[in-house]
């Protein structure tokens, strides 16, 4: 194995950092990002479309689509705002640096960040990236076009799973002795 001498190193010979070491830290994120994405089979499977027959169910179905498909939302609303940045191309050069910054310092650390040998909180990591990220869409002025692009991709997402249901995502409803009467164990009767 070669060994090289690095300027500053004090004529101290050393080798440089595997070179895998990167490369099997973003596998490592990939591998990780898709075991947690649901299949887009389920997502847009049309014979798990209905309309929820109350309010309540309505809100139910929100709250469990919501945390089921969680990760499927998240590429659905970055996707919304890339489309709404592909003519300002500045601004999507800012928002994948931004994107980037997200991504290393949220997902790809799996101890704390540490800087001059104090540990920052991760809550702190977060504002800092949530002030960072406002003042970057005030920067390349197309904040307007992000807030519209966001009540898009809110009410498409809201929409979406409020009339996703099927059997395999949380049927637990607290509703459900109400509202189903079929293969019910009390026959047409149903719990009041």
């Known amino acids: 194995m070669a060994t090289n001498t690095f ?7 050393s080798s440089p950092p595997p070179p895998s070491s990167f490369s099997s830290r973003t596998a490592q994120i990939r591998s990780s990002l898709s075991a947690a994405i649901r299949p887009w089979g389920d997502f847009f499977s049309p014979s798990a479309l209905s309309l929820p027959v109350s309010l309540s169910e309505a809100s139910f179905r929100l709250r469990v689509n919501l945390h089921h498909f969680r990760l499927n939302y998240a590429v659905v609303g970055l996707t919304v705002l890339f489309l709404s940045l592909i003519f ?68 498409v997402i809201c929409l979406h799973a409020m009339i996703r249901f099927s059997e395999d995502v949380g049927n637990d409803s607290p509703y459900s002795a109400l509202l189903s009467v079929v293969d019910s164990p009390r026959g047409a009767y149903s719990q009041v």
């Open 7 to 13: 300027p500053g190193s004090g004529g101290y010979t």
């Open 88 to 155: 300002h191309p500045l601004s999507l050069i800012v928002f994948l640096v931004t994107l980037l910054a997200w991504l290393y310092l949220c997902l790809s650390r799996d101890e704390p960040l540490t800087i001059f040998n104090r540990t920052i909180d991760d809550r702190v990591v977060m504002i800092g990236l949530g002030f960072v990220t406002v003042l970057a869409l005030i920067w390349s002025s197309v904040w307007l076009n992000v807030l519209v692009s966001a009540a898009v991709s809110a009410a």
